[in-house]
């Protein structure tokens, strides 16, 4: 049976969710499940500023995750954005290319709202182990 743990590091913001643990990624055999990482600094601060700055801060929390997780975001083989409108889209994609150069299987998908009020938040899986 393969072992499901949590996991949290300090370099990303802390989950906000009502479930306990809370965790900010998920390790189960080769895969690390990152949950969907708002536009907030490791305190928590909401990023404010361009969508192009708040996804930054998604990617960069992605990053650190995944690399206290003993991965990197080149093992990244899904990623999933949300943002609250489709105009964002170019802008978010601007920066998301540049973290995600190996082009992983992606979506993108149109919400109502996302938590906070953040007009973005970036998940992804990845698969444990340095590239």
């Not at 305190?43 to 992605?62: D, P, Y």
């Not at 080149?74 to 964002?88: P, W």
Request: hydrophobic share 40%; charged share 20%; net charge neutral.
């Amino acid at each position: 049976m393969t072992e499901v743990k949590t996991f949290n590091t300090k370099k990303a913001t802390q989950a906000i969710g009502p479930y306990q643990p809370k965790s900010q990624a998920v390790i189960a055999g080769p895969h690390i499940f990152v949950s969907g990482q708002l536009p907030a600094d490791a305190e928590g601060n909401i990023v404010q500023g361009s969508i192009a700055e708040m996804t930054t801060a998604c990617c960069e929390n992605l990053k650190n995750i995944l690399e206290d997780a003993g991965s990197s975001i080149t093992r990244v083989v899904k990623v999933t954005a949300f943002l609250t409108t489709m105009d964002n889209f170019a802008e978010m994609n601007g920066v998301y290319e540049k973290y995600f150069t190996h082009k992983p299987s992606r979506s993108c998908v149109a919400v109502h709202q996302l938590p906070k009020g953040v007009p973005v938040e970036i998940e992804c899986i990845a698969l444990s182990g340095k590239a």
